[in-house]
């Protein structure tokens, strides 16, 4: 089945994932992500990064957060000051910290793809159907040992603020507390944008480390402008901002749906790392 990406919870709507006729068989991605080892691997590999990351952090007191301060740009970063404030931990949830895993079995079954009506009522009744992130559960702990606050930043509705936290709770995460802890798509006039939401974060925590499976969990300056994937894919490897990857942005695993799932042939294949059966049987 083809995975169609729609817009993501780290854009401006929740997740999305494809419009097919369900098939046999849950998609790659899924099968990946919500079944495999190797994605329980690579997730629980990103929080034993995070972790090790923040325990050395903790301890050399930062001067700034890892939060893109107002103003700055990819090419020329600058972060929010730490000064004496308290330290904290911003994640996204959705296939960050919390596996949406019943309402991808309603997708893959149904084959209908992301509607608002669906997602809405998974927001509102879906925690009996959630788990943890592989590793986060350990992870969010161990960080609130350290005495790093942790705080969930969310395009999930604010008009399901309470169901997100019982949500949050039932994944085995802890406690959020929506204005504190918990912000949410509608807390502010930005839409889907995140930035205005981690400023406010910062002008009360230092930031140490942010968690997510979207660029724009980062920073809103990835998707200025819908740039296409080849640029897009090169803001991520070029430095400073590639510094950052596992060094205070840590990057968890999503095939299913997302900002990541663009482009034709002509984006996903250079021109020169092409390559087709050669002819008349050479190579024999």
Not at 179 to 201: H, P, V
Not at 253 to 273: A, C, E, I, R, T
């Amino acid at each position: 089945m083809l995975l169609v990406p729609l817009a993501a919870c780290a854009t401006t709507t929740p997740p999305a994932v494809t419009g097919a006729a369900p098939s046999a068989n849950p998609p790659a991605g899924m099968q990946y992500l919500y079944g495999s080892g190797e994605g329980a691997a690579i997730s629980v590999q990103a929080w034993n990064a995070l972790l090790a990351y923040a325990a050395v952090t903790v301890k050399a007191r930062p001067a700034n957060s890892v939060v893109l301060a107002e103003g700055a740009s990819l090419a020329a970063p600058s972060f929010e000051p730490c000064g004496d404030k308290p330290f904290a931990a911003v994640f996204d949830v959705d296939e960050t910290v919390m596996l949406n895993t019943g309402f991808e079995y309603h997708d893959a079954k149904t084959g209908k793809g992301y509607n608002p009506a669906d997602w809405d009522a998974w927001e509102k009744t879906g925690e009996g159907a959630v788990g943890p992130v592989p590793g986060a559960d350990r992870g969010v702990a161990a960080l609130r040992a350290l005495g790093v606050t942790v705080i969930f930043n969310t395009n999930r509705s604010a008009a399901n603020a309470d169901a997100t936290v019982r949500a949050i709770r039932a994944a085995g995460l802890g406690e959020a507390v929506h204005g504190q802890t918990l912000y949410l798509q509608g807390d502010d006039n930005t839409g889907g944008m995140k930035d205005a939401r981690r400023w406010r974060i910062s002008d009360s925590y230092c930031v140490i480390a942010m968690g997510g499976d979207q660029l724009g969990d980062f920073s809103d300056l990835f998707n200025v402008g819908k740039p296409a994937p080849g640029p897009r894919r090169a803001m991520t490897m070029q430095a400073p901002v590639a510094g950052l990857w596992g060094n205070g942005w840590f990057v968890l695993p999503n095939p299913v749906y997302g900002s990541g799932l663009v482009g034709g042939y002509d984006d996903v294949f250079p021109m020169d790392k092409r390559w087709e059966l050669p002819a008349n049987g050479a190579g024999k």
